[in-house]
């Protein structure tokens, strides 16, 4: 199994978690925002291990 592709590492949130967001009828970033979870720590500059 491949590991996770995090797209916002503050809060933990995939790329999968935000297909299945959009799966599941988000059609908006707020909305994928709200079912998933992302953004709300805003700390990912520091977290990703990739630097940016």
């Known amino acids: 199994m ?4 995090y797209i ?4 933990k949130v995939t790329e999968e978690d935000i297909r ?3 799966r599941g ?3 908006t ?3 994928v925002i709200r079912v998933t979870g ?3 720590h805003c700390d990912c ?3 990703n ?3 940016t």
Request: proline share 8%.
């Open 2 to 5: 491949d590991a996770p592709n």
């Open 8 to 11: 916002c590492y503050c809060d």
């Open 20 to 22: 299945e967001a959009i």
């Open 25 to 27: 009828g988000a059609s």
């Open 29 to 31: 970033v707020a909305e």
């Open 38 to 40: 992302a953004m709300r």
């Open 45 to 47: 500059k520091v977290k």
């Open 49 to 51: 291990p990739k630097g």
